[in-house]
């Protein structure tokens, strides 16, 4: 998180007053190649950033806000911080559900930690498989829905090289959940890249980012407005001037 870019950005939102915000991951750089006191620092500013917002916040937990799984951190599953741990006690589950305005949001965790690699792929275990099936069972087939996960669903990277994979198989079998129902916005945050693709009914979004390297062309956030059933995504650069 760069702190000034994102204080720009902060003011930014609050002028524009939505209803809440809902991050994409990757609110600090970074928890996963430091031991658990030095990710509690950055913790610990990330909270103090959030507070600037007016505005509820929806967190969507990214691979930085893993502590200690790579490298030589001096750490490892031993310690009670490690991985998601330290984000569990201090903001609950990584994965959950809410409700808003008669829309149903998936706020899902896509990071598989590797410990014996010191790494981490993308992924979604069965735990969380069998909890998205429980929340489908009980959600009306006709209320509009939003995924928000960190790892991309659908890979911007793959439109323009064919190493990339638009899709894997694992999380194809996730999407595969909510093919009968009224899935509307799947939003990512992982490339940190700029993308509005509209297929079958869903908007599949990729929000850009405010970090540090980020291009001019993807330094920004997305508006989301819903108005009589239609969404509006927009794609806003963050403001230099504020």
């Given at each position: 998180m760069v702190v000034a870019s994102f204080e720009r950005m902060t003011k930014q939102v609050n002028k524009l007053h939505p209803d809440f915000v809902i991050t994409g991951g990757d609110m600090i750089y970074t928890a996963k190649n430091v031991d658990d006191r030095k990710a509690e620092v950055l913790f610990n500013l990330m909270d103090k950033e959030f507070k600037l917002f007016k505005m509820p916040v929806y967190y969507t937990i990214g691979n930085h806000e893993h502590v200690g799984i790579a490298g030589e951190t001096g750490i490892d599953q031993s310690?009670?911080?490690?991985?998601?741990?330290?984000?569990?006690?201090?903001?609950?589950?990584?994965?959950?559900?809410?409700?808003?305005?008669?829309?149903?949001?998936?706020?899902?965790?896509?990071?598989?930690?590797?410990?014996?690699?010191?790494?981490?792929?993308?992924?979604?275990?069965?735990?969380?498989?069998?909890?998205?099936?429980?929340?489908?069972n009980s959600t009306d087939k006709k209320m509009p829905l939003v995924i928000s996960i960190h790892t991309p669903i659908v890979n911007p990277h793959a439109i323009t090289t064919s190493v990339s994979r638009v899709m894997s198989p694992k999380i194809e079998a996730v999407l595969n959940l909510f093919k009968d129902y009224n899935l509307r916005i799947v939003l990512e945050g992982h490339t940190h890249l700029y993308m509005n693709l509209y297929f079958d009914g869903t908007y599949y979004l990729s929000g850009g980012s405010t970090g540090y390297g980020t291009s001019n062309e993807d330094d920004g956030f997305y508006l989301v407005k819903v108005k009589k059933g239609t969404e509006d995504p927009e794609f806003i650069k963050t403001s230099r001037n504020n």
């Open positions: 310690n009670p911080n490690w991985g998601k741990q330290m984000w569990i006690k201090r903001y609950g589950k990584q994965y959950y559900t809410f409700i808003h305005n008669g829309w149903k949001f998936f706020v899902l965790d896509g990071i598989s930690i590797l410990p014996e690699q010191k790494g981490y792929t993308q992924g979604i275990d069965s735990v969380q498989v069998d909890w998205i099936k429980s929340e489908l």
